[in-house]
């Protein structure tokens, strides 16, 4: 295929690129510095210069707290962005695949949210991304697949895996442990998305690694893998952050991927063996023999 990646210099288009690279795609990777998806006339020259087969859109304002104080910007970038992408993919004859998030349900099912659950997002950044599903399935209905996934990280970019690695070696840490999800890597979820794109697919999808876990957990886990003591870390509660965080998190981002399931797709890795997966390669990017040689 001919894919066109929005976000190409974020984590997760870092990996779409690979990934498509790998499986022999012509990739055309537009960063933020060659593409702002808010610009409509910009996106639509864009797309119709290229002509892919597909189109990843993986740019977002991702900064959770700062959409709060500024939403028209928020859904600038991730409801309006969304649909001019969307109008783009649609005048190529390309199929898209747009990135969703937890963050448009409130957090607080009792049990895995699955796609047909009614959103409920208590966050600007939640429900401008939810405007931007909404755009995205009206704009380019039957030719379009959205994916709603969480806690992402990987070996590329800046996230939670490798804040947690820079730390390690403080006498203490605090993180919640009353926020649960499902850890997912840009690796895993790069190779799903890629295959609603080559199928296709259209419709809202849920995909995240599978297993879940605490934030405090999490870096439990992470400590551990890296050879340092996950004692050092301790559990607090949300409301015990100092200082609060301006938006509020979903206390409960577990997503159950029905409709991946029963189309009989392969079963997204455990976040456990890719988690592990992620710090050995990190860890060894950053070992001394490799800043020495």
Known sequence: MRVLITGAGGQLGTDLSIHCGAEGDEVVALGRDRLDIADRSAVLDAVAAHAPDAVFNAAAWTAVDDCESDPERAFAANALGARWVAEAAGRAGAHLVHVSTDYVFDGTKDGAYNEWDTPAPRSVYGASKLAGEREVLDVASGRAAVVRTAWVMGVHGKNMLKTVLSLRDREHLAFVDDQRGSPTFTADLAVGMRRLAADRMAGMYHLTNRGSTSWYGLVREILEMAGADPGIVSPISTDQLDPPRPAPRPANSVLDDIAWRSAQLPAMP????????????????HSPDKETS
Not at 275 to 284: G, K, T, Y
Request: a neutral charge.
């Open 270 to 285: 455990l976040y456990r063996d890719s988690l592990r997966s992620a710090v050995d390669a990190l860890m060894d990017r």
